[in-house]
């Protein structure tokens, strides 16, 4: 069974600074999609990046990276020049190949950014 | 970017009465949608995956009597929470795919519903 996992619930990080959100799963298959999610206390989850497990090269999206390691089965995410915005909950999401449906999500990190 | 609309945002109702909840794609044809429950500081729980035209599949454990879910059109999705109790009180949220295959979900603002 495919499992998502967020071993840390909160983090903090200060204005301008940078962190990195930490996601592990499990699978079995090989090529699947992987996504951070962000949920801001509005509510509405949006995408913040995605990635394709073919794809070697890590996804980027202005401050926000990722760290795929395949093998490890491990896919951080580093928010750099973290602003007061970026404050949510994370939630890392796993995505089987060829189902369409299932998503998979991981328990979420609270981030906390210090002005 | 696709937009999927929920409403209400919030709702509060009496125990035993029957509350209903409207996902939208605003700007694109979603086939497949799915609702979510959420409970506070926790994850998303899939309930169901909604199909237009034909019966939603639920989740296991999730009452289909209890939450009934319609997809009725390819924009429209409504979750209707039946004979509501307290312990139906949640966030819930609904999300679409979109036809073009991105892979990603585009998700709902939620419905908070609280049942007195």
């Known amino acids: 069974a495919q499992t998502v996992t967020q071993s840390q619930p909160e983090m903090s990080v200060q204005e301008a600074e940078t962190v990195t959100l930490s996601c592990t799963y499990d699978t079995s298959e090989s090529d699947y999609y992987l996504f951070w999610y962000k949920q801001p206390p509005s509510r509405q989850m949006i995408l913040v990046i995605r990635?394709?497990?073919?794809?070697?090269q890590n996804a980027t999206e202005n401050r926000f990276s990722v760290n795929f390691q395949k093998a490890a089965k491990s896919f951080s995410l580093k928010i750099s020049d973290s602003q007061l915005g970026d404050a949510a909950m994370y939630f890392c999401?796993?995505?089987?190949?060829?189902?369409?449906?299932?998503?998979?999500f991981g328990t979420g990190t609270s981030l906390t950014v210090i002005p | 970017g696709a937009v999927v609309s929920q409403h209400p945002s919030w709702v509060i109702c009496k125990s035993g009465t029957s509350v209903k909840i409207e996902c939208r794609s605003l700007?694109?044809?979603?086939?497949?949608m799915f609702w979510y429950r959420q409970f506070p500081k926790q994850s998303l729980m899939l309930m169901a995956t909604s199909n237009e035209g034909s019966k939603a599949t639920y989740e296991q454990g999730v009452e289909k009597d209890k939450f009934l879910i319609n997809h009725a059109s390819l924009t429209l999705s409504t979750l209707t929470v039946t004979s509501a109790h307290p312990e139906d009180s949640s966030f819930y949220i609904c999300s679409a795919r979109t036809r073009w295959n991105t892979g990603e979900l585009f998700f709902g603002e939620g419905s908070r519903l609280t049942v007195l």
């Open positions: 700007d694109f044809q979603a086939t497949t």
């Open positions: 990635q394709e497990a073919y794809k070697q």
């Open positions: 999401a796993y995505r089987p190949p060829n189902t369409g449906n299932q998503f998979y």
